[in-house]
């Protein structure tokens, strides 16, 4: 595939550790690995999208250079979960002999929590038994997911989101890269609207490129399918202030507009209510209600309705506060 057609997650991302944007302290220890051509087996651990999978290609890729055929396998272990895979393709290629100039070759098993029990105790033989010319990174959402036995022969390396500031540096990049005019508030959109997640950004990021090289605010919220957050805080304020028809109104915005879901729309109250400016008591009293409603909405009730219910709270506790 020629570069210019790739997805822009691949073209964006860094072919080696020195241009990883963020988690500095695990890049800088991940060169040290390379520099000395030896390292243990590894966990990554950590949400979608901070660059477990991208430090894995980027290691290999600076340890075996033109010569990464052979000494380097990439499995999705939630596509290919079972034991099979791990006493058949797993094995197979530990088994044999690296070509490349460093003799470790590594395995690299991408969502590695989706294993089987079954599976990762025969993943933890297999360590085991190559552990002379055969290296493991597992990436993990939740390295609890993964057995004890492996966790006790891995160094786990814990990525967390990234912050504004990397963030910020790898939308100049893309930037750069599209030749893209883009406002300094889109900007801040996409970063509100990933929440550290580099994966989400660039997707979100090149659907907005597609329509245009101009690019502003409402074009990643309506790509992103979600709400600005004055809208959220808005939808709050009228039912706090025990305005529940104009409550209601913002909320069929939401909900026809942007097309939310009612898990979407409590997720962003969630995330907008510590930056309200009202008291510390209705902070409180509304997470415990956007906590009460969201479990009655995953637990099958109408969403419409709990949603409306929840203002409806809301609102009569404005209207009890200014009798």
Not at 189 to 212: F, H, P, V, W
Request: glycine share 4%; net charge negative; proline share 3%.
């Amino acid at each position: 595939m020629d570069n210019l057609d790739l997805p822009w997650t691949e073209k964006y991302r860094p072919k080696s550790l020195n241009d990883v944007i963020g988690q500095n302290e695990i890049v800088k220890r991940l060169r040290s690995f390379v520099k000395t051509g030896n390292f243990p087996n590894m966990i990554f651990a950590g949400p979608a999208g901070i660059g477990k999978t991208t430090c894995a290609i980027a290691i290999a890729n600076d340890l075996y250079k033109d010569r990464i055929e052979g000494a380097f396998k990439e499995l999705n272990a939630s596509d290919a979960r079972g034991i099979d895979v791990i006493r058949g393709e797993v094995k197979e290629f530990a088994r044999t002999l690296s070509l490349a100039d460093v003799p470790i070759k590594i395995i690299f098993l991408d969502e590695a929590d989706a294993l089987t029990t079954d599976a990762q105790h025969a993943l933890r033989r297999t360590m085991e038994k190559f552990s002379s010319e055969t290296r493991f990174i597992l990436s993990a959402n939740y390295a609890s997911k993964i057995i004890d036995p492996i966790q006790s022969r891995c160094v786990v390396f814990r990525f967390k989101p990234l912050n504004e500031k990397d963030m910020k540096e790898y939308i100049e990049r893309i930037i750069k890269g599209e030749n893209l005019d883009i406002s300094d508030s889109a900007i801040e959109a996409l970063i509100y609207i990933s929440e550290g997640d580099l994966r989400k950004l660039t997707n979100t990021l090149q659907s907005a490129a597609m329509r245009s090289n101009k690019i502003d605010e409402s074009d990643i919220y309506e790509i992103a399918a979600r709400a600005r957050p004055k809208e959220i805080v808005n939808m709050l304020k009228f039912a706090l202030n025990g305005e529940f028809e104009k409550s209601t109104e913002e909320l069929d915005k939401l909900m026809i507009q942007y097309g939310l879901s009612a898990e979407d729309i409590l997720l962003q109250c969630y995330k907008e209510i510590p930056n309200m400016n009202i008291k510390e008591k209705d902070k409180l009293r509304l997470m415990v209600d956007i906590a009460s409603y969201n479990f009655r909405i995953v637990e099958g009730a109408n969403e419409r309705i709990q949603l409306q219910a929840m203002l409806a709270h809301i609102a009569m506790i404005g209207i009890q506060k200014s009798e």
